[in-house]
Structures are given as structure tokens and as C-alpha cells.
């Protein structure tokens, strides 16, 4: 796995989030994303609660804020969608800061901002816990299709390989004297894509041999048993459960 990974998404420590085994916080901020978007939208205390809780968890796995906070920036073009709803909605208006709303364009931005953002705090306190490769591993644990697995492991393997051969030939090509300045410049640029697609092409070609060649048969050995014993799922899940409770008062 580059290095690049490692540092950019996950955030070392040996806090008690750490230390879970990472097919049981999968499992957990998969069960907490179903009780949040099955929350009605009216009920803005529990999503309050909800973000309680995850703010739990974060003071728990010693995760700052600032470092959520900055992590959230992914959320930007949902929050623009939800914000543009309330202006192209139809049904009945209402008058906000001089400007004519949808009243159901509101609700549906409510509902867009405050489930997405709860989902993306739970997935961005899963990464800054749990290192990419461990959880791949989790999921394999949790028998996700082998397949798949393995596609997000090359992936995740050599996506800083690509972007480095990215970086190569934009020097290559600054070095030339080559500047995309205007649509004049988009075939050189399409070129480069297309260059860069064969290398990779055949780079994952010359990788596919070599693991045959090395007695690969469809299943990725595993190094490290990921065990988890009652205790682990019991901690883990304490984060679902009480998510369910807050839900079960919804009704």
C-alpha cells in the first residue's frame, strides 16, 4: 500500500476505537447509516442525538475536530444540491431571507444535509481508525464478494503508482514547453489520457502474471487473522444499538 494512503486517511492511535477489529466498525457505521436514513426528517432532535453520539466516538478515538471538519469538504456538492432544492422545487412557498422557497424543497434539503452529513462523519471517523488494507480485510471478513475486495485492494495499492505516472508526464510535458491554456490544447491532454491508460493496461497485465506465476488461484492469501471476540462486537455495535433506541422514540 503507497504511503501516501496510509497518512492521508488514517490517523494512528490506541484509543479503544482503534484497537476493534475493522469487519466490527464496518459493521457497525453500516447499521448506524440504515437507523439514520430511516429517521423521519421531522424529527430533528434525533439526528441532535445522533451527532452526539458520533461526537462520542470522536472524543473517544482522540479524532479532533478540525481534522472532521476537514474531511467533510467531500460533503461541498451535496450541500450546493441540497441548497439549490428549495429554489427549483415546486409546491407550496414560503418567504425566506427575500427569496420565494419550496416548502417541500426545504424539508427534502433538511433531509439531504442532515443524513449525508452524519454519514460522512461516521465514514470519516472509520477511516481516520482504521487503516485502508485492514479494512478490506474487515469486509473480506465479512464475506463482501472476494472479487470486489480484491479490485479495491489493487486499487488501493496502485492508485498512487497512476498518480505519480500522472505527475511524470505533466513534467514531460511542462518540460517541453506545454501549457493547456485553452480547448486548442485538449488533444495533447487526451493523448496523455490515453497513454496512461495502456501503461496502466499493461502494468496490471505484467502484475496478473506474476501472481500466477507465484501460485495466485482467485484467493488472496491471508497474513493476519482479524478475530473478534464478543467484547469487540459488543463495543462496537453499542453505537447502532443506542442509535436504535433514539430511533425507536421517533415513533
Given at each position: ?7 492521508r486517511?488514517?490517523?494512528p ?10 469487519q466490527c466498525k464496518l459493521l457497525a457505521?453500516?447499521?448506524?447509516a ?5 429517521t423521519?426528517?421531522e ?6 442525538a445522533?451527532?452526539?453520539?458520533l461526537?462520542?466516538?470522536a472524543?473517544?478515538?482522540r479524532?479532533?475536530a478540525?481534522y472532521v471538519l476537514r474531511?467533510m469538504?467531500?460533503e ?5 444540491f441540497a441548497f ?20 417541500p424543497g426545504l424539508w427534502?434539503?433538511w ?9 460522512v462523519v461516521a465514514s470519516?471517523?472509520?477511516?481516520a ?6 479494512i478490506?480485510l474487515g469486509?473480506?471478513r465479512l464475506?463482501?464478494?472476494s472479487?470486489?475486495v480484491q479490485i ?7 492508485l498512487?503508482?497512476i498518480v505519480e ?14 501549457e493547456?491554456?485553452?480547448l486548442?490544447h485538449?488533444p ?9 491508460f ?9 502484475v ?5 506465476s507465484?501460485?495466485?488461484s482467485?484467493?488472496m492469501p491471508v497474513i493476519?487473522?482479524?478475530r473478534a ?5 459488543g463495543?462496537?455495535l453499542?453505537?447502532p ?6 430511533w425507536g422514540l421517533?415513533?
Amino acid at each position: 500500500m503507497g504511503a501516501g494512503h496510509h497518512h492521508r486517511l488514517y490517523l494512528p492511535g490506541e484509543s479503544v476505537v482503534h484497537r476493534l477489529p475493522p469487519q466490527c466498525k464496518l459493521l457497525a457505521v453500516f447499521a448506524f447509516a440504515l437507523v439514520v436514513v430511516a429517521t423521519p426528517r421531522e424529527r430533528f432532535w434525533a439526528f441532535a442525538a445522533y451527532a452526539v453520539l458520533l461526537g462520542g466516538v470522536a472524543v473517544a478515538a482522540r479524532v479532533p475536530a478540525a481534522y472532521v471538519l476537514r474531511r467533510m469538504v467531500i460533503e461541498v456538492p451535496f450541500v450546493l444540491f441540497a441548497f439549490l432544492i428549495p429554489v427549483v422545487g415546486l409546491g407550496e412557498r414560503t418567504e425566506m431571507l427575500g427569496l420565494s422557497l419550496s416548502v417541500p424543497g426545504l424539508w427534502a434539503a433538511w433531509n439531504i444535509l442532515a443524513k449525508a452529513s452524519l454519514g460522512v462523519v461516521a465514514s470519516i471517523l472509520l477511516a481516520a481508525t482504521t487503516e485502508p488494507r485492514a479494512i478490506l480485510l474487515g469486509a473480506q471478513r465479512l464475506r463482501l464478494p472476494s472479487l470486489l475486495v480484491q479490485i479495491a485492494m489493487f486499487m488501493l495499492r496502485y492508485l498512487d503508482v497512476i498518480v505519480e505516472e500522472m505527475r511524470r508526464m505533466r513534467v514531460a510535458r511542462e518540460s517541453r514547453g506545454f501549457e493547456a491554456r485553452n480547448l486548442r490544447h485538449v488533444p495533447v491532454i487526451a493523448r496523455s489520457a490515453g497513454a496512461l491508460f495502456i501503461r496502466s493496461y499493461e502494468r496490471g497485465e505484467r502484475v496478473h502474471l506474476a501472481m500466477l506465476s507465484r501460485g495466485y488461484s482467485g484467493q488472496m492469501p491471508v497474513i493476519q487473522e482479524l478475530r473478534a471476540s464478543a467484547t469487540h462486537w459488543g463495543t462496537a455495535l453499542a453505537l447502532p444499538a443506542v442509535a436504535l433506541a433514539i430511533w425507536g422514540l421517533t415513533w
